[in-house]
């Protein structure tokens, strides 16, 4: 059976001390809350602070990218191995910002995705169509592409550390969230794809999350749906209360 991950992505909010702080605070929130996996995936720099203070709780902390080369002339990046030393198990690659902002694209994002598995990473694998896609009626295409470039080369046995995170782009920070039908048909489609590159086995067993405006109201009747199975949570990722309501919903 696939486990249920609610993992939070802080993007660049939160010094060390408030990653603390905050830590703290949600910690007693889902403390035994072990029917589904819980991580947030923080700034390198507030990393550590916040390892620190979820130390002997169900909380991990992950990263929110790496680098694809083992070490080099690559100013401002940070590569699996330095994460690994530093207790880092997961890591978001490909998110939408990533890709709108600083230029990554599907074959940067594959080998970013290649380097954490071979370093023995979990990967968030961030994929989703643009509004402009969605209202065209190719999602469904899109996806699949996706999926298939994100994952080229990534083997049946690395899919066990495979979490692929449905994001429909539009949903993002926007405040506009697909509706679980709308959530529920992309990913069966994510994992309709799954089966066609690694058998049915390995396309069960994998989690697919939906992200894009999740949050303490609408997370129960998305995390209902048979092919949704947790959530990567942006803005209520900040809030302890809102997240821990998610988790809530997840149990
Ligand atoms: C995200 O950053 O992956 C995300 C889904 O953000 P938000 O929940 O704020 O839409």
Redesign the pocket.
Known sequence: MRRTVIAG?W?MNFTPDEARAFINEVKPLVAGKDNCDIIFCAPYVTIAAAQDAAKGSNIKIGAENVHFAEKGAYTGEVSAKMLTACGVEYVIVG?S?RRQYFGETDETVNLRAKAALAAGMKVIL?LGEVKEQRLSGVTNEVVAMQTKLDLKDVTAEQMKNVII?Y?PVW????GLTATPEQAEETCAVIRETLVSLYGKEVAEETAIQY????NEKNAAELLAKPNVDGG?????SLVAEKFAVIVNAAQ
């Open positions: 992505n993007k998110h910002e961030c995170a994001e949903a993002i920070g926007t992200g894009g405006s999740m990567l949570i942006g803005g209520a």
